[in-house]
Structures are given as structure tokens and as C-alpha cells.
């Protein structure tokens, strides 16, 4: 069974400031995938990166970055230089490519102006 | 490309009432399709998902059910709606692998009264 764990509930910061989402995952799996997704105010989940198991290279786009350890199980994010509209529900996921994708409870970032 | 089309955006019903909520997808074929609902404040449960026509997995017991009648549609149903099943529904769509994970519809704001 696959297991996502995001311990931190809710993050606020002032705009500009750096932000960090934890993502702690569990799998006995050798393959597996994983994601993160952002739900703005509005709902809609929409999809921001993709990681498999193989690929411990971490990368940057834009504000965005992402680190990938498979020796810790994790895949942190960072939201660099924060905005007000990065305001939203952030949602860690893990596929060991089967039918389901096993979200984490999700992280809440409140950037204030 | 592919579209998923999730109806209607909100809905008010009371309680004992029936629910039906309607999920299409368009630009591919025989994809995986599944129903998630958000309670209020809390992560994403998986509720139903389908492989093919007329196969239905379901997650949760519940009073909930799912059908998918056609290859790109996916539909939410139940006979007497509960307080308890207010909450925003997601419909969302994979290729047959998930290694590329889900699309998700706009979702519907359902609140039971």
C-alpha cells in the first residue's frame, strides 16, 4: 500500500518570501511516480510536476523547484520569491503505475501582501 | 487534445433527495476515469473508479454510487442524498497507466440541506 504523508497543514508567509512543502511518502514498490498538484481558490486541481523513481535529478522552473530524495522518501517543493496568487491547497501524489494515485491530506500557503 | 467536462459547478439539494452528477471526457478513448470528493477543510478521497464500460471499483461503502454508461462518460448518482454528502466532487481521468497522472474536471460544490 502507498502512503503520502504532508505534516505541515497550513503555511503563511509575506509575499516574497521563500516557501517549502514537505512530502514524505511510503511504497514498497521499486517503480512509482510522483506528483504535485496546486487547487487554487476556485477547485480545480492542476497538475504542476511529475517525478519517477529513477530520476533523482531535482529541478527548477521558474519560482518553482523541486527536491527529490529516494533515500529519505521525500519530495519537497519550493515556492521561491512567493506571490499572492500562489495562494492555494498544495497536493502531494504517488502512482506505483496502477489505477490510483494516493494523495497526501494537502498543505494550505496563505502568502499576504 | 483531451478535454474533461465535470456538471453542473454547484448544486443545492435537500436531504433524501436523488443526485446525479455527470462526467464526459473528450479527444481519447477508453480512459480511466475516477470520482474523488473534498469535504470541507480535508484532503482528496477516492470514491469509484472505472477501467472499461460498465466496471465500476468502488473505494468507499457509502450511499454513493457511479456508472459509466459509455466509454467517456462517468456518472455520480444516489437515491437519498445525507448531510453528510456535501463536499466538493472531482472527476478526473488517466490513460490506462497513471504514470502520468490525473486530469481533473472543475469539480462540483455540492451542499445537502
Known amino acids: 500500500a502507498q502512503k503520502v504523508t504532508q505534516a505541515q497543514t497550513e503555511i503563511s508567509v509575506v509575499e516574497k518570501e521563500d516557501v517549502t512543502l514537505d512530502c514524505v511518502y511510503e511504497t514498497r514498490d521499486t517503480t512509482y511516480y510522483l506528483f504535485w498538484y496546486k487547487q487554487p481558490p476556485s477547485g480545480e486541481l492542476v497538475f504542476l510536476i511529475r517525478?519517477?523513481?529513477?530520476?533523482?535529478q531535482n529541478e527548477i522552473s521558474g519560482r518553482y523547484s523541486w527536491n527529490f530524495q529516494k533515500s529519505t522518501s521525500s519530495f519537497n517543493f519550493t515556492i521561491t520569491a512567493s506571490q499572492v496568487v500562489d495562494s492555494a491547497v498544495y497536493f502531494c501524489?504517488?502512482?506505483?503505475?496502477?489505477?490510483?494515485?494516493?494523495f497526501g491530506a494537502g498543505t494550505t500557503v496563505t502568502v499576504r501582501a | 487534445s483531451q478535454t474533461i467536462h465535470q456538471w453542473p459547478a454547484t448544486l443545492v439539494q435537500p436531504v433524501g433527495s436523488p443526485l446525479s452528477l455527470e462526467c464526459t471526457v473528450e479527444?481519447?478513448?477508453?480512459?480511466?476515469l475516477y470520482w474523488y470528493r473534498q469535504a470541507a477543510g480535508r484532503g482528496l478521497q477516492l470514491l469509484f473508479y472505472s477501467v472499461g464500460i460498465g466496471q465500476i471499483s468502488s473505494e468507499v461503502p457509502q450511499n454513493l454510487s457511479a456508472s459509466r454508461p459509455q466509454d467517456r462518460q462517468f456518472i455520480l448518482s444516489s437515491k437519498k442524498l445525507l448531510l453528510s454528502d456535501s463536499g466538493f466532487y472531482l472527476c478526473?481521468?488517466?490513460?490506462?497507466?497513471?504514470?502520468?497522472?490525473?486530469?481533473f474536471g472543475s469539480g462540483t460544490r455540492l451542499t445537502v440541506v
Open positions: 479527444g481519447t478513448s477508453n480512459p480511466n
Open positions: 501524489a504517488l502512482t506505483p503505475n496502477d489505477y490510483k494515485l494516493s
Open positions: 478526473a481521468w488517466s490513460a490506462t497507466s497513471t504514470n502520468y497522472g490525473y486530469t
Open positions: 517525478r519517477n523513481s529513477f530520476d533523482e
